[in-house]
């Protein structure tokens, strides 16, 4: 369950706020669409439900604000704009490094990209990505940490025909699986044939929160489908028709042969094509879109959208104890070799000192304790962890030294680990 509340961002110099008092909510379960034309706000609302742009209001994602979880990465998977990376990063290093960011399996950069159909293709960099495989690569990252919610901004933005129906498959197939899905969009035609609800917004206000099925039947303009090969012919003949007879009517060129006429009936297109001796293969009433019909209130035939493929679920490991720093000390310190050396050398070194000591006579019993005599300016103990560090087997970090002055580097300094 996502609930944006009250969201509204800071004022820019006189202008007014892009977003003003938005609320509203996204199911789990179902795929909401976020609806406004360019400009309207969805990009300034979405980052504010993720809080990365200053203003009011607050995002619940399953009862929390984005900044009370703890792995925000398990529960939010984000597109916003282009997939950020260096364009000489592979694809697959990229998600590498997304998931050491994240804190996921490095294998799980393989299993997304081949959800997402880029499996043969992650050794590409990411400047010879094109536009489509560029944005299957940002839903690849949105989908790393195995999020229970998608925020997606346009995500079918540069996709073709079949790309788009593919995404549509896999958002279908996330909310199948109980998780929430909300894509900003600004296309009517899309969010009534991929949403089961629509949140209209218009000057960042809130205009309609609506299920699909009335979304399509209140704010969609009916029109007429028309399949002719003498669609040019009939467009004229129709807008000059409507011209004479004073009536608005529009005609919108779909495809070569396909044309939408809005303000018309079937009736009457119908009469002007026989008038004219024009053959018509196709005349239909339709609401929006030529898609599926929408059978009941947020719900679909099954042939509607297929389902597409997700990612495998990352497997959830136990919480760790307080007993786990002190495991990893005690693995740490025994499983090297030369840290045990060090120790029994060290403590045979402390004994023979502290016998000498006593021998001697004179000595304070701090130092008799501690095998300190007062010429050596560390007694044996403290030594040990610097013999360790500086020991082949140990993981200290050493500055570079320049090859000219033999000094730290000035660009910055830089780990050396042991060969």
């Known amino acids: 369950m996502l609930q944006a509340i009250g969201l509204t961002s800071s004022p820019r110099r006189d202008l007014p706020p892009a977003v003003a008092d938005l609320t509203f909510e996204a199911g789990p379960g179902r795929v909401t669409a976020l609806l406004g034309a360019p400009g309207s706000g969805k990009t300034t609302a979405l980052r504010l439900m993720l809080e990365l742009d200053p203003g009011r209001g607050v995002t619940y994602f399953r009862g ?6 703890g792995h925000p990465p398990r529960e939010v998977g984000v597109l916003l704009g282009d997939v950020p990376g260096h364009p000489s990063r592979t694809a697959r290093g990229q998600l590498r490094m997304l998931c050491a960011a994240a804190g996921v399996p ?17 050794d590409q960099r990411i ?34 025909p079949r790309e788009v129906s593919w995404l549509h498959g896999l958002l279908r197939a996330h909310a199948a699986q109980g998780g929430t899905v909300l894509h900003a969009t600004s296309d009517p ?61 529009e005609v919108v060129a779909e495809e070569s042969c396909r044309l939408s006429v809005y303000g018309s009936s079937c009736a009457e297109i119908g009469d002007t094509a026989f008038r004219h001796g024009v053959p018509v293969h196709q005349l239909a009433d339709e609401v929006g879109d030529a898609g599926p019909p929408v059978t009941l209130a947020g719900q679909r035939p099954e042939s509607a959208v297929a389902l597409s493929e997700l990612p495998p679920p990352i497997p959830v490991r136990p919480a760790r104890g307080p007993l786990r720093p002190l495991r990893y000390e005690l693995r740490r310190m025994l499983g090297v070799r030369t840290t045990t050396v060090i120790m029994a050398a060290v403590l045979l070194v402390s004994a023979g ?38 020991s082949p087997s140990g993981t200290s970090s050493a500055i570079p030294r320049s090859p000219r002055a033999g000094g730290p580097s000035r660009g910055g300094s830089a780990c050396s680990w042991p060969s």
């Open 106 to 122: 490095a294998s799980r950069a393989d299993d997304v990209l081949e959800v997402v159909g880029l499996a043969g293709l992650g």
């Open 189 to 249: 035609r899309e969010a009534a044939r991929t949403a089961d609800r629509v949140v209209t917004i218009d000057e960042g206000r809130l205009v309609a929160d609506q299920d699909v099925a009335d979304f399509a039947r209140t704010r969609l303009r009916p029109r007429v489908a028309v399949r002719t090969p003498q669609a040019a012919r009939l467009a004229a003949v129709v807008s000059r028709e409507a011209r004479v007879a004073q009536r608005s009517v």
């Open 64 to 69: 929390r604000p984005l900044h009370r979880i």
């Open 127 to 160: 400047r010879t990505l094109s536009v489509g495989m560029d944005r299957r690569l940002g839903l690849a990252s949105a989908l790393l940490g195995d999020p229970h919610t998608l925020i997606l901004d346009e995500p079918a933005e540069g996709l073709s």
């Open 353 to 390: 000192i502290s016998v000498l000591l006593a021998r001697s006579g004179g000595t304070p019993l701090p130092r008799l304790l501690g095998a300190w005599p007062s010429l050596l300016p560390l007694p044996p103990p403290l030594s040990a962890p610097g013999c360790s560090a500086r």
